[in-house]
């Protein structure tokens, strides 16, 4: 077994040789040994809580928007069109932010700060509830789950490399969003350009997180495979402090926990923004 690395974060893939540091540089690696019935289990444990943080997410997103939508401020607030542009631009600028911040932090403050990117969501959840008939927002809701599933259920499975579609996918959100900005910019002083810009960018933000959802499940796949990834995600666990098989123990758990909150995020803002644009693309307006 390869010996830790405690500057890298560990999202090597096998077929490049290569991890990448916080910062983003790349530092080469040996290749991945063959997967072990002990990894394969606990590989499968990390991503059942994984899915159990993501959906208590989305719960909360979702119970946080009816209670919105429901109030006389909601409904002042978000039935104007400019306050669904500007929502959804702050959905995106926040996942950028967060989903950065939770790689960085304890998981105690990464579960805590999941939690909050939840709830903040759940504004922007309350706003489409208040644009888009219930049929749409069910359809769409359905239509994510597919495409999600499937894509996660590739990005478990595959053994090709994914590493190019998530840094193409990071590189084209960013862009995605300053045309975002320019965007609502023409909303007020050329609104037919403004119209036609915001159905390209739906299609264009539909397929970047599209193809992040596999790059993501392979990702936590990786996680969960690869050595010293206490050190490469939680900067508060140092290899040093095992000294005994209880100690070694909680640090291997707190190892599980990191992934499974980071991981968690990765894929609610995946599901979260096909959702979005599923129902903008395809939803019909009250």
């Not at 096998?14 to 916080?22: C, K």
């Not at 050595?227 to 070694?248: F, H, K, T």
């Amino acid at each position: 077994m390869n010996e830790p690395n405690n500057n890298t974060h560990y999202n090597s893939e096998e077929s490049t040789g290569y991890t990448f540091t916080p910062e983003g540089i790349a530092v080469p690696i040996q290749p991945a040994a063959p997967v072990t019935e002990v990894q394969a289990e606990r590989f499968r444990g990390i991503m059942a809580r994984v899915f159990v943080w993501m959906f208590s997410g989305l719960l909360v997103s979702g119970i946080s928007g009816v209670l919105l939508a429901v109030t006389p401020i909601g409904t002042i607030l978000w039935t104007n069109p400019v306050s669904i542009v500007v929502l959804v631009i702050a959905q995106l600028v926040t996942a950028l932010v967060f989903s950065r911040m939770v790689a960085k932090v304890k998981p105690e403050v990464a579960t805590v700060l999941f939690f909050l990117y939840s709830l903040l969501t759940g504004v922007t959840i309350a706003a489409l509830l208040l644009t888009y008939e219930l049929s749409s927002v069910i359809s769409a809701l359905f239509a994510t789950a597919v495409v999600f599933g499937g894509m996660a259920l590739w990005g478990a499975k595959t053994r090709r490399d994914l590493s190019a579609i998530g840094a193409a996918g990071r590189m084209l959100l960013l862009g995605a969003i300053v045309m975002s900005l320019v965007n609502l910019l023409l909303f007020f002083v050329a609104p037919g350009v403004f119209t036609v810009l915001d159905a390209v960018l739906n299609y264009v933000v539909l397929a970047i997180f599209i193809g992040l959802t596999a790059y993501d499940m392979q990702k936590i796949r990786r996680l969960a495979m690869e050595p010293g990834l206490v050190e490469a995600m939680d900067p508060a666990a140092r290899a040093d402090l095992i000294v005994d098989e209880q100690s070694a123990a909680a640090l291997a758990l707190r190892a599980d926990r990191t992934i499974a909150i980071h991981g968690a995020l990765m894929l609610y803002l995946d599901f979260i923004n096909i959702f979005i644009r599923i129902l903008r693309i395809f939803g019909r307006e009250r």
